[in-house]
């Protein structure tokens, strides 16, 4: 069930900058049946803004840090489960594909992708599909044929977030407040 006029989908779009929200906006121009609806990074706001305005779709822009946004996919999948998201990024990464997936998306584009194909993503997830770019798909299918696999897919997707942040230089203490876990447990 979709809310506003009949047909229209409400989509709350978290990107980490005012000029890639003001991109995405341009989607509800091209089709008319989209309400973009801007959002922030913090996970507290996001909540409070899906309880007030009750999104169909929420849209994950990860052009900031990764870790945060699968963190945030995790955290609004875990409170609505039933909103569909979808995750965006720029360079075609299978990991953070995976990683998105399994955090709760329901889908997994490029910010590179055309509009239409966008807006094809944003209807097919909202109605219950699933999508995952056509490069992307192909490669992660590639693979999982071939056995390639990386060393760090024994890391749960937590301990990858950890392990992350640890090779950017982050502090136990630094990775505890950004994840928004405790100490003991990044420790």
Do not use: W
């Not at 849209?59 to 995750?87: C, N, R, W, Y």
């Amino acid at each position: 069930q979709m809310n506003g006029s009949q047909n229209q989908l409400l989509v709350r779009l978290c990107a980490s900058s005012e000029l890639a929200q003001a991109g995405y906006s341009m989607l509800s121009d091209r089709d008319k049946d989209l309400s973009i609806q801007a959002a922030s990074m913090e996970l507290k706001e996001n909540l409070a803004g899906i309880s007030a305005r009750r999104p169909d779709l929420f849209v994950v822009d990860m052009s900031g840090s990764a870790q945060k946004s699968i963190a945030l996919i995790e955290g609004i999948h875990f409170s609505q489960p039933t909103l569909p998201i979808i995750a965006l990024n720029g360079p075609e990464d299978t990991q953070l594909t995976e990683n998105a997936l399994r955090a709760g998306a329901r889908g997994y584009g490029m910010r590179k992708t055309s509009m239409d194909e966008m807006i094809k993503a944003i209807h097919s997830v909202a109605t219950g599909g699933l999508y995952i770019e056509a490069s992307l798909a192909q490669r992660i299918a590639l693979q999982k044929l071939m056995g390639k696999s990386r060393r760090l897919k024994v890391l749960s997707d937590r301990e990858y977030s950890v392990f992350c942040l640890l090779a950017e230089g982050r502090s136990l203490n630094e990775i505890s407040d950004q994840l928004e876990i405790k100490y003991k447990t990044v420790a």
